[in-house]
């Protein structure tokens, strides 16, 4: 089992760039998640899917889009990176609503 | 608003030593805790959690406290061992909802 994995593993963008970062998970898990981690500031929660098909927001969801595109595949979108999304990228998942959390190694994006 | 609170940015102890890293909470429907540990450049990797009918968790030479009164949880390590060093973080969450709510993080180093 690979778990969760996440690409690419670091990406430089310039600002107004697009891209979309990847995330896939082989454990069955039902919910997915992205969080950005920040100096100082933890893990902030981006976007959410519950379950396959659903998406919610989290804490800091603006400037990002996301898709549930099966069961497996969690993506994130940056649709105009701007440099406030600096930052370390993880994605997430979990089987059961109480089930622990596993990540990925997480995506390091810089926005210039 | 900061829900979970983890006031100290770092902690330092002596190998053998005790560790204890706490975590303050506001949200008193929060009924279920954990903490996690990351190394640098890896994702988060589960260590414990803990159940708010629970005032005591213990796993090996960790252990986690919850005093509900106070809204507050600790992470108790020991003894220490350099391996140890990493940032951990304290996280909460409703057990009818399905997402995470991230302390800031506390960065323990144990020296030999």
């Known amino acids: 089992n690979a778990g969760v994995t996440q690409t690419p593993k670091f990406q430089v963008l310039k600002t107004g760039q697009s891209m979309t970062l990847q995330c896939a998970q082989d454990m069955n898990h039902n919910s997915m998640y992205w969080y950005r981690q920040d100096p100082g500031m933890g893990l902030r929660l981006i976007y959410y899917s519950a379950s396959e098909g659903t998406t919610d927001k989290g804490e800091v969801p603006n400037g990002y889009n996301v898709s549930r595109l099966n069961k497996r595949e969690f993506s994130l979108r940056l649709e105009s990176a701007a440099p406030s999304q600096t930052s370390v990228y993880f994605c997430?998942?979990?089987?059961?609503?109480?089930?622990?959390?596993?990540f990925g190694p997480g995506t390091r994006l810089t926005v210039l | 608003d900061q829900q979970v609170k983890q006031n100290s940015p770092s902690l330092s102890v002596q190998e053998g030593r005790i560790s204890i890293l706490n975590c303050d909470y506001t949200?008193?429907?929060?009924?279920?805790f954990l903490w996690y540990k990351k190394y640098p450049a890896e994702g988060p990797t589960f260590l414990i959690s803990i159940s708010s009918i629970k005032d005591k968790n213990e796993d090996g030479r960790f252990t986690v406290f919850l005093n509900k009164s106070a809204k507050h949880l600790s992470l108790h390590i020991v003894p220490s061992q350099p391996g140890d060093s990493a940032v951990y973080f304290c996280a909460a969450e409703e057990t009818s909802g399905s997402r995470l709510t991230f302390g800031e993080g506390t960065q323990l180093t144990v020296n030999p």
């Open positions: 997430a998942g979990r089987t059961g609503t109480t089930d622990t959390q596993y």
């Open positions: 949200n008193s429907m929060f009924d279920y």
